[in-house]
């Protein structure tokens, strides 16, 4: 069957007919892998996208709270971006790395402007765990040693390399063999469920408590760290990051940080580093970098780092000249459109709506800008996670109610809340009256 999208007809929010409709959700499911089991009603297939609203074939809408998994953080299909991918796609395409484009040069400009000063050239590739891959090699390239320290409940791709600093062992076992033992973990800083018992308030960093000698007995090239952590929308207190920053420093081992998922607006800041001050001699970043066109990521080093680095050859599509152009348009719009202010003003709104419910289930809710969750529990006094039979029900009556989520989490239990930093407190709304009436159902339900 051949498909024409057609104007949506009043009568109906779909270009599609329902045979039409139907047709296509069967074959995805026949031709079609995915790397993972489905939830009830997914895959959604998308026929149309909108700031936070993504319409599927059959014409239902959904509130992507997503952001197409962590990508369009100036929100879907923005008319500054499409443009800048348009006018680029009448003048080059793409070049071979050993050359470049007006786009990724001024690209690169931008992003290296905008990163601290520690920072001096960017390296582009395709993706986050591409990305992080080369930094792991510029690393071990400038300092001669093999060992990087990565945090517990660190996720920072999947490809072979990346999961060896990934710290989910779904993950690692996924890749059929055993992995180097190059790398080790030291602890985060996970201060709603902190291991010492601490408030907030009384934390002396304990958590890091043996972390010098841990580093000092391996030939340790460096620390790969998100400044937050993606999974569970974990934030170290400032304090954390000041004696964990001094440690490494004492011991010459080089700071990688991985910006992957929090950069670009999404925490409040450009990057989510300028939260700490940080200046790390390796940043990285993707996802959002290409404002939802194509595939993007960047490996950004210091003049000391780049002088050693020998990448071999450089990724067939790196740097693409279309995905550039829309990255810098995307920035530019963060900018422009002050996205990065309103993803504090939400993060803050969030927060507020989400306790304001005031369910027993709620145990925690951790915003920076709009990046977090809420964090669910059986009992708040002793914060026992709540089953995943309750969790998979949540997200499969949200998902009913047009709300589009992932769980994440050290336990995997908290909701991951990552929308496009367009949304506004209305939406917000519409989540939060969904997400009432959810748990409540479930909870006499099941």
């Known amino acids: 069957m051949r498909y024409k999208l057609r104007p949506v007809s009043p009568a109906s929010n779909s270009p599609f007919s329902a045979e039409e409709a139907d ?27 909108k700031g936070c609203v993504v319409t599927d074939v059959h014409g239902k809408d959904y509130l992507d709270l997503t952001a197409g998994y962590f990508v369009n953080n100036a929100g879907h299909c923005h008319p500054r971006i499409v443009e800048a991918a348009t006018e680029q796609l009448h003048t080059v395409l793409q070049v071979s790395g050993k050359h470049g484009t007006v786009a990724a040069v001024r690209l690169a400009e931008r992003l290296i402007k905008l990163l601290p000063r520690s920072i001096d050239q960017a390296f582009f590739s395709t ?53 180097g033992n190059e790398t080790y973990t030291i602890p985060n800083a996970y201060c709603y469920r902190c291991p010492k018992g601490k408030r907030p308030e009384s934390c002396a960093t304990e958590c890091l408590d043996g972390v010098e000698e841990k580093i000092k007995a391996r030939p340790t090239a460096a620390l790969l760290a998100e400044p937050i952590q993606s999974v569970g929308g974990l934030a170290p207190p400032e304090k954390w990051w000041v004696r964990l920053d001094a440690i490494r420093k004492k011991h010459d081992l080089l700071l990688i940080i991985d910006e992957v998922q929090t950069g670009l607006g999404r925490t409040g800041t450009m990057f989510a580093l300028e939260h700490y001050g940080l200046e790390p001699e390796i940043v990285t970043g993707g996802k959002g970098l290409s404002g939802g066109v194509g595939s993007l990521a960047m490996t950004c080093a210091g003049k000391d780092v780049v002088a050693k680095f020998f990448g071999g050859t450089t990724p ?26 309103n993803a504090r003003a939400m993060g803050e709104y969030f927060t507020q709506a989400a306790w304001a419910l005031q369910d027993p289930w709620i145990g925690d809710v951790r915003f920076t800008g709009l990046l977090g969750g809420v964090e669910l529990v059986a009992n708040r006094d002793t914060k026992d996670v709540l089953g995943k039979k309750q969790i998979a029900a949540i997200k499969d009556a949200l998902h009913a109610e047009g709300m589009l989520i992932t769980v994440s989490g050290l336990y995997g239990n908290v909701l991951r809340l990552q929308p496009p930093l367009t949304i506004t407190s209305a939406q917000i709304d519409t989540f939060v009256a969904a997400l009432r009436k959810v748990l409540a159902a479930v909870r006499h339900s099941v």
């Open 127 to 179: 993706g986050g765990s591409e990305a992080n891959e080369f930094a792991l090699k510029m690393a071990r390239q400038a300092t001669g040693k093999k060992d990087i320290a990565y945090l517990e409940n660190a996720y920072h791709g999947l490809t072979l390399g990346s999961l060896e600093v990934t710290a989910s062992e779904k993950y690692r076992e996924s890749a059929g063999k055993p992995l």
């Open 316 to 341: 067939t599509s790196g740097g693409n000249a279309v995905s550039a152009a829309a990255g810098l348009a995307m920035i530019e719009t963060l900018v422009d459109e002050r996205l990065i202010e």
């Open 23 to 49: 047709e296509l959700v069967n074959k995805d499911e026949q031709y079609v892998m995915r790397p993972w089991t489905h939830p009830a009603g997914e895959p959604v297939i998308v026929a149309r996208a």
